[in-house]
């Protein structure tokens, strides 16, 4: 299969090429040895990455750490993603996922829900407003 062997075989230098091969690690379910790549790719600088792929690749660090169970490590990846990429809302979305593995389901609720609350009014039909009114009172 040349594909698998690709992976393997290919020299990897760059913090592309790192978030390449931890990308088909993760297609392939080698999550450990995607979180060794996506690890790379944060100590050479993510911003070495082409704009259009940062915040994927926070995404795809933190649900792997998520995956293996490094669930504090991942809370602060997809933490530092939302900082730095408000707008995509797959970070929030990973980052509740996240907060609930780890027993939070409070704070996992809120990420979810608040994260909901910014796609356009109309989406909810007028009840943005009941919807605002429950997020603060989420009990576990």
Same mark, same amino acid.
């Given at each position: &299969?040349?594909?698998?062997? #690709? %992976?393997?075989?290919?020299? +990897?230098?760059?913090?592309?090429? =790192? ?22 790719? @944060?100590?050479?600088? =993510? ?6 792929? /940062? $915040?994927?690749?926070? +995404? ?5 750490? /998520?995956?293996?169970? #490094? ?5 602060? %990846?997809?933490?530092?993603? +939302? ?22 389901? #409070?704070?996992? $609720? ?8 910014? &796609? ?6 007028? @009840?943005? /407003?009941? %919807?605002?009114?429950? %997020? ?5």
């Amino acid at each position: &299969m040349p594909g698998k062997n #690709k %992976i393997k075989k290919q020299k +990897v230098e760059t913090a592309l090429g =790192w978030y390449e091969k931890a990308c088909g690690f993760d297609r392939k379910g080698l999550e450990k040895k995607a979180e060794t790549c996506y690890a790379k790719v @944060y100590e050479l600088g =993510w911003r070495g990455l082409p704009e259009k792929e /940062r $915040a994927g690749f926070f +995404v795809g660090y933190g649900s792997t750490l /998520r995956n293996n169970k #490094k669930l504090k490590l991942s809370t602060e %990846i997809l933490r530092e993603g +939302v900082k730095r990429f408000p707008s995509y809302p797959a970070l929030k979305i990973f980052l509740a996922l996240t907060l609930h593995s780890r027993g939070q389901f #409070k704070e996992a $609720a809120n990420v979810l829900f608040k994260s909901c609350l910014e &796609m356009p009014e109309k989406a909810y039909d007028g @009840y943005d /407003r009941a %919807i605002k009114f429950y %997020i603060p009172r989420l009990k576990r």
